[in-house]
C-alpha cells in the first residue's frame, strides 16, 4: 500500500524557517517523481515544486529563491527546506507522487499533509 | 503563464448529471488531471490524463477534453460526490491547478 506522511509543520515567524519531510513507502521511490502542493486556509491546491528521480527541479515563481526541494532515496523521503517564510506562506502542505520519473504526470497519491502558520 | 478557469460552484440534483469545466489555450492538446477534495481531506485523484479513471473510481466519473475545454461528467450523481475538484496540467515545466468547483448535490 503506497503511503507517503508529511512531518515538520508548525508555527513559526515571519522570516523564519522550517523544513518539511516526507516518508514514502509502499512503492519503489527511486522510480518517481515527487511533488510539494500547498493549499492556504479557505483556498485551493497551488503547485509548490517537483523533484525527478534524477534531481530535475521544478519551483513555483512564488516561493524560488526561498524554498528548496530535495530527496534521498535511500531513505524514501522528500524534502522542503522553507527559508524567510511568510504569513502568505501559511497553508497545509501535501507531498504527492508521479506515478513516473518525470513531474508531468497525474499526482495519484497524496499525503495527509502537514500545516505551517506563519504569524508574529 | 497558462492558466486555468473553472466555475466557482455546480449545482446538481441527486441522480443526474453533473458537468464541470476547465478551460485553457488548446487544453485539448494535453493531459488533464481530475482531482476531488472533501473538507479535511487530501485531494484524490479522479480522472487521470483527460479519460482515464484510477481504479476505485467509479464508473459515474468520466473525464473528456478538447479544443479549449475539458469536462468532469458525474453521471448519476450522489450525495458522497459533493466536493471540491480541481483540474490540473503541466505546462512550461510548471505544475497548474484550477481555481477548483465546489460541486453541491441537491
Known amino acids: 500500500e503506497v503511503q507517503l506522511v508529511e512531518s515538520g509543520g508548525g508555527l513559526v515567524k515571519p522570516g523564519e524557517s522550517l523544513r518539511l519531510s516526507c516518508a514514502a513507502s509502499g512503492f519503489i521511490f527511486s522510480d518517481c517523481s515527487m511533488n510539494w502542493v500547498r493549499q492556504a486556509p479557505g483556498e485551493g491546491l497551488e503547485w509548490v515544486s517537483s523533484?525527478?528521480?534524477?534531481?530535475?527541479?521544478y519551483y513555483a515563481d512564488s516561493v524560488k529563491g526561498r524554498f528548496t526541494v530535495s530527496r534521498d532515496n535511500s531513505k524514501n523521503s522528500v524534502y522542503l527546506q522553507m527559508n524567510s517564510l511568510r504569513a502568505e506562506d501559511t497553508a497545509v502542505y501535501y507531498c504527492a507522487r508521479d506515478p513516473r520519473p518525470t513531474s508531468d504526470y497525474e499526482k495519484d497519491y497524496w499525503g495527509q499533509g502537514t500545516l505551517v502558520t506563519v504569524s508574529s | 503563464s497558462y492558466e486555468l478557469t473553472q466555475p466557482l460552484s455546480v449545482s446538481v440534483a441527486l441522480g443526474q448529471t453533473a458537468r464541470i469545466t476547465c478551460g485553457g489555450g488548446?487544453?485539448?492538446?494535453?493531459?488533464v488531471h481530475w482531482y476531488h477534495q472533501k473538507p479535511g481531506q487530501a485531494p484524490v485523484l479522479v480522472v487521470y490524463?483527460?479519460?482515464y479513471r484510477p481504479a476505485g473510481v467509479p464508473e459515474r466519473f468520466f473525464g473528456s477534453n478538447s479544443g479549449n475545454t475539458a469536462t468532469l461528467t458525474i453521471s448519476g450523481a450522489q450525495v458522497v460526490d459533493e466536493a471540491d475538484y480541481y483540474c490540473?496540467?503541466?505546462?512550461?515545466?510548471?505544475?497548474?491547478f484550477g481555481g477548483g468547483t465546489k460541486l453541491t448535490v441537491l
Open positions: 490540473q496540467v503541466w505546462d512550461s515545466n510548471t505544475v497548474i
Open positions: 490524463r483527460s479519460s
Open positions: 488548446n487544453i485539448g492538446r494535453k493531459n
Open positions: 523533484i525527478t528521480p534524477s534531481d530535475n527541479i
